[in-house]
């Protein structure tokens, strides 16, 4: 197989969208009741299904399979109609809050487009297209009887859809907040777009045809990269408003579990009070984030006999004198942390031999400022350089 033989235009889109189901599997497997990951899902396999079935050479190897010239016409263009009335409910569903009128409205749409299914394999199976076509069929039995009532079928389906989704879309996009949802809604008002343009080009070839002229080129170089730019964005503004804020929550969660890693790492240490279930690597991210507080939280109650709020004081001011609020408090409380580490190994129990004069609590010295303080452990120069002077100045005041 060359590279020819891949068809790289429609095997990446086609990729991508598998790709894009794959990932949304194991969400499905959890919420498959959930009535807008069912149908993304969905329409996820459809759009994979459509380009599946549209790449140049598994157009032949249907046609071979079933032993029926031009076979995988109308089973493409059936895919792509069930597409367009997914497409359609899927803006219902995001535009209208649940009710009968929305039920009654998108059966119909269901109704309609299953009609048009049905039409397509009637008009195939009583016109006589006994030749092969893969890249040319529409303008090439342009003129055939029932043939001809088979294309236009597809491409006023195709059409009327667009045009009916891109009219919601218009009228509801100024009225939307979320972002992600805007976002989605962009990408599926130029997928639209491309998609009418896919449309007019390979109409304006089959109604050449009828006049005797040859504007195939409209139909086999124009009008193809418009349908894969139309059913690539259309997919990704399906996936947008919810995979959207899902990447967002997962990149904040995983910057913040890796921001606590210096602090985790110093107080590991400590054994817990009681057994922990163990969070595997492979688990969302927002329950190993979770688990990464508890752990520091449950550190801190250990260490809070051996917690030095004077050496905190003591170094917060040092801080203060040369940076903003929220890193002094970072500085200084990483430097009493590790100072309360070095207490509770040396005492052996963290529940005994307090620091003298100290409460047993830590409070809003460290809990209420942890990601501060994990910064300033990996900042290890200037939070040594504020623990060297105050210690100095302890140490001098002593003798």
């Known amino acids: 197989m060359n590279l020819a033989d891949l068809h790289i235009p429609y095997t990446v889109p086609t990729v991508l969208l598998a790709t894009a189901l794959a990932f949304k599997t194991p969400t499905l497997a959890r919420a498959w009741r959930d009535p807008d990951v069912r149908p993304t899902a969905f329409l996820l396999g459809l759009a994979t299904a459509v380009f599946v079935s549209v790449t140049p050479v598994n157009i032949?190897?249907?046609?071979?399979?079933?032993?029926?010239?031009?076979?995988?016409?109308?089973?493409?263009?059936?895919l792509l109609t069930v597409f367009c009335a997914t497409c359609l409910t899927m803006i219902m569903r995001w535009r209208e809050e649940p009710s009968d009128r929305r039920r009654r409205r998108m059966r119909l749409v269901y109704w309609i487009y299953s009609g048009i299914v049905l039409a397509l394999w009637g008009t195939f199976f009583l016109a006589d297209v006994p030749e092969e076509r893969i890249y040319d069929l529409d303008t090439y039995y342009a003129g055939t009887p029932w043939a001809r009532e088979h294309i236009l079928l597809y491409l006023i389906a195709h059409m009327v859809s667009a045009l009916v989704a891109a009219s919601m879309i218009w009228r509801w996009l100024t009225q939307v907040e979320s972002r992600w949802l805007k976002a989605g809604l962009v990408s599926l008002q130029v997928g639209y777009a491309f998609g009418l343009v896919f449309?007019?080009?390979?109409?304006?070839?089959?109604?050449?045809?009828?006049?005797?002229?040859?504007?195939?080129?409209?139909?086999?170089?124009?009008?193809?990269?418009?349908?894969?730019?139309?059913?690539?964005?259309?997919?990704?503004?399906?996936?947008?408003?919810?995979?959207?804020?899902?990447?967002?929550?997962?990149?904040?969660?995983?910057?913040?579990?890796?921001?606590?890693?210096?602090?985790?790492?110093?107080?590991?240490?400590?054994?817990?009070?009681?057994?922990?279930?163990?969070?595997?690597?492979?688990?969302?991210?927002?329950?190993?984030?979770?688990?990464?507080?508890?752990?520091?939280?449950?550190?801190?109650?250990?260490?809070?006999?051996?917690?030095?709020?004077?050496?905190?004081?003591?170094?917060?001011?040092?801080?203060?004198?040369?940076?903003?609020?929220?890193?002094?408090?970072?500085?200084?409380?990483?430097?009493?942390?590790?100072?309360?580490?070095?207490?509770?190994?040396?005492?052996?129990?963290?529940?005994?031999?307090?620091?003298?004069?100290?409460?047993?609590?830590?409070?809003?010295?460290?809990?209420?400022?942890?990601?501060?303080?994990?910064?300033?452990?990996?900042?290890?120069?200037?939070?040594?350089?504020?623990?060297?002077?105050?210690?100095?100045?302890?140490?001098?005041?002593?003798?």
């Open 199 to 399: 449309d007019v080009a390979k109409l304006a070839a089959v109604a050449a045809r009828w006049l005797d002229t040859d504007w195939d080129f409209l139909s086999t170089k124009v009008a193809p990269p418009f349908a894969l730019l139309d059913a690539i964005l259309v997919a990704i503004g399906f996936i947008i408003p919810q995979a959207g804020p899902y990447l967002q929550d997962r990149i904040r969660d995983g910057a913040h579990y890796r921001q606590l890693h210096p602090l985790w790492r110093a107080l590991r240490s400590l054994a817990p009070a009681a057994a922990q279930a163990r969070v595997g690597r492979w688990a969302p991210i927002s329950l190993r984030l979770l688990q990464r507080q508890q752990r520091i939280h449950d550190a801190l109650l250990r260490l809070a006999p051996h917690f030095d709020s004077s050496l905190y004081q003591r170094a917060y001011d040092a801080a203060r004198a040369q940076y903003g609020e929220e890193t002094a408090r970072g500085i200084a409380g990483a430097i009493a942390m590790r100072a309360a580490v070095a207490s509770q190994e040396t005492t052996g129990d963290a529940s005994s031999r307090p620091v003298s004069g100290q409460p047993a609590q830590i409070g809003t010295y460290v809990a209420d400022h942890i990601d501060s303080i994990s910064r300033a452990m990996r900042r290890a120069r200037a939070t040594e350089g504020i623990r060297r002077r105050v210690t100095t100045r302890e140490s001098a005041s002593h003798v």
């Open 60 to 78: 032949h190897r249907i046609n071979e399979l079933t032993g029926i010239p031009n076979f995988a016409a109308p089973w493409g263009y059936s």
